[in-house]
């Protein structure tokens, strides 16, 4: 591989990257001259990728994969510093599994690139095509958005994820993450725009704004005319202030406050394997399920032994007053539910549980408490199953299966930049469509209005 030091482009990288950690004091009186700066590089960059070809961003995604595993052992070092910074500050269990990257991590990162290079590219494809009685011929052609905002809380992955996705359809992108995340998604940058400039695209093409002060996000929302769309991916107030602050279209990614409802046909073994996956898998992540609705005529034994196995399981349950009236021989291991519970996204081994009368109260409760993000039900009966997927509201409903798959790797995506839980124009895992516009290209023979 071409050494990076050989490229200009990269040079000039690394002297932004040395005056963005090293004069840090003179950064925060420019701070909207240096982020704009580094904005209006992504536009110009934009340019230059919205003509690639699928073969030229293929071989950067190749290129970026080489570079991060050469680059794995300062990319680790990296984020074990944040993690030492996290782990002092006291953060919870689940923000540092989000933070954390590991050599597998790493590697899955890499494998992600790979399925996005096998993937079609979107852009130039013909959604529609009709010819009109004059003689014109007018197709409907998915085209790049442009620049991309993304601000980001934690996960170091989203770096990557996001560059990947936002190159693979000729998008430039401004990254914002979280000061906990810094020096991991610095080392991760750095990695990308090197390989960038060794595969001869503009290294521009991918931003990150190492700034902690909060304005950072309020000048990326704000940047009309040089942002094209904004991504908020993190917690419940990333994404609020993002919606309050943003004059720039926002694809607005939500909180998963998902739903296990177990139906009074369903199967108990899948019951209890569906639930402990969709909770114990991976507890820190918006597709894990945070509310177990259980139908009161479900046999009595079934909804004991599966209470019982998920307390084995360390699941600290918050119940409803009629699950624990229903079974007084688990109570004093049951923490009464209070109101808050309903809402709460818990992203760790605790889990919410209502005893429901139907599946109309069921459906009532997913209405009133979900965030139309993922919600499943466990049902051997095949119309009842179908009545809950059309009757629920969310980006994402199964049946007989975890939440855990809303995800764009397991809907065969490749990597995605965020889980849209909004209805225009994009909506569950955002893959590779998602980062597209489309425009009209008309054809004609000298027809004239």
């Known amino acids: 591989m071409k050494q990076a030091g050989d490229s200009l482009a990269l040079k000039e990288m690394r002297n932004v990257e040395k005056s963005q950690t090293e004069k840090k004091p003179h950064m925060e009186q420019n701070l909207k001259e240096r982020v704009y700066e580094q904005i209006r590089l992504a536009k110009q960059a934009s340019r230059h990728l919205a003509l690639l070809s699928r073969p030229e961003k293929d071989r950067a995604l190749k290129a970026i994969g080489e570079r991060l595993l050469a680059d794995k052992a300062a990319i680790l070092a990296a984020n ?103 020096e991991s998604n610095l080392a991760l940058t750095h990695s990308i725009r090197a390989a960038l400039a060794d595969s001869g695209l503009p290294a521009e093409a991918v931003q990150y704004l190492p700034y902690d002060a909060h304005e950072s996000v309020d000048l990326l929302c704000t940047a009309n005319g040089l942002i094209d769309v904004v991504i908020p991916r ?82 600290e349950l918050r119940a409803c007053e009629e699950t624990r009236r229903l079974h007084p021989e688990l109570a004093d291991r049951l923490v009464p539910a209070t109101p808050a519970d309903w809402d709460a996204e818990y992203l760790g081994l605790i889990l919410a549980v209502r005893t429901v009368d139907s599946m109309d109260d069921a459906l009532d409760h997913i209405s009133r408490h979900g965030t139309g993000h993922s919600e499943a039900i466990v049902a051997q009966d095949a119309a009842r199953a179908e009545r809950f997927l059309a009757a629920v509201d969310a980006a994402a409903v199964y049946h007989n299966a975890s939440t855990r798959f809303t995800d764009g790797g397991e809907f065969g995506f490749g990597a995605e930049i965020g889980i849209s839980t909004q209805k225009l124009h994009a909506r569950g895992p955002m893959g590779l469509p998602a980062l597209t516009s489309s425009k009209y290209v008309v054809r004609g023979s000298g027809q004239i209005r």
Do not use: F
């Open 80 to 182: 074990e510093r944040d993690m030492a910074r996290a782990e002092a500050d006291g953060q919870p269990a689940a923000y540092l599994d989000r933070l954390r990257l590991t050599p597998d991590r790493l590697r899955d990162l890499v494998e992600g690139l790979g399925q996005l290079v096998a993937l079609n590219d979107p852009v130039g494809e013909v959604t529609a095509q009709w010819t009109r009685p004059n003689g014109l011929v007018i197709q409907q052609v998915r085209v790049p958005l442009g620049v991309i905002g993304m601000v980001y809380e934690a996960r170091p992955n989203v770096t990557v994820d996001a560059a990947a996705i936002a190159l693979k359809t000729g998008n430039a992108i401004v990254l914002r993450g979280s000061r906990s995340a810094r």
């Open 234 to 315: 993190g917690g419940a107030s990333l994404i609020s202030r993002v919606l309050r602050t943003s004059t720039v279209p926002v694809l607005e990614t939500g909180v998963g406050n998902c739903h296990i409802y177990i139906d009074r046909t369903a199967e108990y073994a899948m019951a209890e394997t569906i639930t402990l996956n969709a909770k114990t898998s991976r507890p820190a992540v918006c597709n894990a399920a945070e509310t177990l609705l259980l139908h009161r005529a479900w046999p009595e034994a079934h909804r004991r032994d599966l209470l019982a196995r998920l307390m084995e399981a360390g699941i």
